[in-house]
């Protein structure tokens, strides 16, 4: 299903994208980020500060390291301020960049079992699989940004994949 060097590579991917968002999102000011645009998170900066919260979550439960102490019914408002959030970003991207860089096959085995608040009860999932959802969610929720910084006036750069320059990070 997945390997380590496509965990690599999404790795990269989210780093780049996370570049390219946090860049467009600049050029706006802070009513504008936080201006409810009736999406699920409701404005640009809720979207972003539940994404970092779900990288952060998962991330936990990868790599044994820090997670949020909110559960996702506080995500959207777990990043308030603009410059401190946008540093949380950083440290997590390279954090992720330096998970999926470590690892190794076997690392991708087995099941993944974490009990889950959202679910209300324990889990047990293909690693595999987790991973993938890990990476998809990432991407589901850029483009969500993505679509309400457009709408905004600012303008995110490239999202294609194959067009990720060769040297990132």
């Known amino acids: 299903m997945i390997s380590p060097l496509w965990c690599g590579t999404m790795a990269r991917y989210n780093l780049w994208q996370n570049r390219s968002i946090l860049a467009a999102a600049d050029a706006l000011d802070d009513a504008a980020r936080r201006a409810d ?3 699920f998170f409701g404005s640009i900066a809720g979207t972003l500060s539940h994404l970092l919260w779900g990288d952060l979550v998962w991330m936990g439960r990868f790599d044994g390291g820090p997670r949020p102490e909110v559960g996702i019914a506080g995500s959207a408002a777990l990043f308030p301020d603009w410059d401190a959030y946008k540093s ?3 440290a997590a991207d390279f954090r992720i960049l330096d998970w999926a860089t470590a690892l190794e096959p076997f690392d991708l085995a087995g099941d993944l079992v ?16 987790c991973v993938a959802h890990f990476f998809n969610h990432q991407t589901h929720h850029r483009g969500q940004v993505h679509a309400m910084l457009t709408a905004a006036g600012a303008r995110p750069g490239d999202t294609d994949l194959f067009l990720m320059p060769d040297n990132i990070p």
Request: aromatic letters at 4%; a positive charge.
């Open 114 to 129: 974490w009990m889950s608040a959202a679910a209300g009860r324990e889990v047990r999932k293909a690693r595999v699989l």
């Open 88 to 90: 949380e970003r950083t």
């Open 37 to 39: 645009r009736g999406a």
